[in-house]
């Protein structure tokens, strides 16, 4: 089958099994954590500062890691990511068993959890390319996407469950050592050091290197659009999702931590089939079009969320629009990967994610501030509608529209 003919190369089966493993341990410690800062706090603007906290060092680190990614051998700057981001987690795990966690603890945490995931992200869609031909990229980016998702509909069930039935401290700690599977799963890719080290680049001094990526981001007008159209998107958006859905299906649904899981295996259920779609596909067409018009759809289901609707409509919700993202996630992973050069590509895909994210601790603390005071459906009725609004704009650019 096509969509898993990327399986037939050892090195990325490696580091997607690894993955896959991992990211169901964030699903779970997705879950965990929400619920936990809502028990212990039930304040919106707590919600939002915890992400913040996460988000901002890596916004920080992000340049940095994009040229360590060109400059260092990728496998190894994942490897070390995977083993710091599972010792931070082992952490809250122990605070969390013998009762002595605190907020300022998760705070202090998600700041070394986001300064060493600054450098995996980029080294992931970097080292694609040096272990998958072009024409397997299409199936390795979708399979990367469907594990993310699958265990995104199995880990927050199995989140909620594991709460319900033990506490947050246990699902805690089955992220911590998701961790660790992954760091053991990238161990096979460690001894290929010359095929991933760019000799050249580490020659340049730092700087220059960063430049270089910035030169080449602002050469491509679809590329710097589409980066500056994220980060207000994400603000919108992103922000509004992550911060006042708890809160939403709290208070407005009157539900509990199994329906907050139940939205996001159903986000990520739709993802999944965007994924099937996308991964059967050797050559995708009208890549511009389509990737903005899953944003314009993304949006409208994030307003959807803030309408008085019942839970089967926002699970339908949720459906559609994990399919939206992960069709313009998935589109647009495999435009950097074939149209930025290799050696360039740690670095713009760092400054593609520090562009795109760069304001989403502001989201953060406007959609916890704002859920306090106008409520989370209407925070995620405005945040979709200003989405939308955004996508729609992309889309009139001519750069964008061509783009195939």
């Given amino acids: 089958m ?196 760019r000799a050249d680049q580490a020659r340049k001094a730092p700087l220059s290197a960063l430049r270089e990526g910035v030169r080449a981001v602002f050469a491509a007008p679809w590329l710097w659009i589409t980066i500056l159209l994220a980060g207000f998107m994400n603000l919108t958006a992103a922000g509004p999702y992550s911060v006042a859905l708890p809160f939403m299906v709290k208070t407005n649904l009157n539900n509990d931590v199994q329906a907050l899981g139940w939205l996001y295996s159903a986000a990520s259920l739709g993802s999944v089939a965007a994924a099937f779609w996308l991964g059967r596909k050797t050559r995708l067409r009208h890549r511009g079009a389509s990737a903005y018009l899953g944003l314009v759809v993304w949006g409208i289901g994030i307003a959807v969320l803030g309408l008085p609707v019942g839970l089967a409509s926002v699970l339908v919700a949720s459906f559609v629009l994990g399919v939206a993202l992960n069709v313009f996630n998935l589109i647009w992973t495999n435009t950097l990967q074939e149209m930025v050069a290799p050696d360039l590509l740690g670095r713009v895909s760092s400054i593609d994610f520090l562009g795109s994210f760069v304001l989403l601790p502001i989201g953060y603390g406007l959609a916890g501030w704002a859920s306090d005071w106008i409520g989370a459906t209407n925070v995620l009725l405005i945040g979709g509608v200003l989405t939308a609004l955004l996508a729609l704009v992309g889309l009139a650019q001519r750069s964008i529209r061509q783009l195939d």
């Fill in 2 to 197: 096509t969509f898993v003919s990327s399986l037939r190369y050892s090195a990325f089966a490696f580091l997607w099994s690894g993955q896959t493993v991992s990211r169901l341990g964030d699903h779970l410690f997705r879950v965990a954590m929400a619920w936990w800062v809502l028990q212990k706090t039930g304040s919106g603007a707590a919600m939002g500062a915890v992400l913040i906290f996460a988000s901002v060092p890596m916004l920080l680190f992000l340049l940095i890691g994009g040229v360590a990614v060109d400059r260092f051998s990728r496998a190894r700057v994942m490897f070390i990511s995977d083993v710091g981001r599972g010792i931070t987690v082992a952490l809250i795990t122990a605070l969390a068993f013998t009762d002595k966690l605190e907020l300022w603890h998760v705070y202090a945490s998600s700041v070394l959890f986001g300064s060493v995931s600054a450098f995996f992200q980029p080294a992931y869609v970097a080292i694609i390319p040096d272990i998958v031909p072009s024409e397997g990229r299409p199936s390795a980016n979708s399979l990367t996407a469907l594990s993310g998702q699958l265990t995104g509909i199995l880990g927050p069930a199995i989140g909620a469950l594991v709460i319900a039935q033990f506490n947050t401290a246990f699902a805690f700690g089955l992220d911590a050592a998701s961790f660790f599977i992954s760091a053991l799963c990238l161990i096979p890719l460690l001894p290929h050091t010359t095929a991933l080290t």
